[in-house]
């Protein structure tokens, strides 16, 4: 089975910045595309960015410039810097991946618990 764990969330001040990881575990062959999904209040989960295992990064365009995603294969980790926070950043962060359990190219998504991220005013 499957588990990604993120951690990093928190309680910060407008400006301030946090650093959300989420690290892969279990059977698995590889980890390929990895994404960081939110969701705020009454509101409609939305990607904020994704990176394949290749390097190639989508960050949701209005928060170009003040988030940006990384990942360490070895790790099976993937980070998601957010810089400058807003408090319309506040919402549960979530981390997901697209797994190859077996090494036959069939991919199942998976998903973590969320962390919550709160941006104070």
């Known amino acids: 089975q499957v588990q990604l764990v993120e951690s990093g969330g928190g309680l910060v001040q407008a400006g301030g910045s946090l650093r959300l990881s989420c690290v892969g575990s279990g059977s698995m062959f590889r980890i390929n595309d990895m994404y960081w999904y939110r969701q705020a209040p009454e509101k409609q989960r939305e990607l904020v960015a994704a990176e394949s295992r290749d390097g190639s990064i989508t960050v949701r365009a209005p928060l170009k410039g003040r988030f940006t995603i990384s990942r360490d294969n070895a790790k099976n980790t993937v980070y998601l810097q957010m810089n400058s926070l807003k408090p319309e950043d506040t919402a549960v962060y979530y981390c997901?991946?697209?797994?190859?359990?077996?090494?036959?190219?069939?991919?199942?998504?998976?998903w973590g618990q969320g962390t919550q991220v709160t941006v104070s005013s």
């Open positions: 997901s991946a697209k797994v190859d359990i077996s090494g036959d190219g069939t991919l199942r998504q998976y």
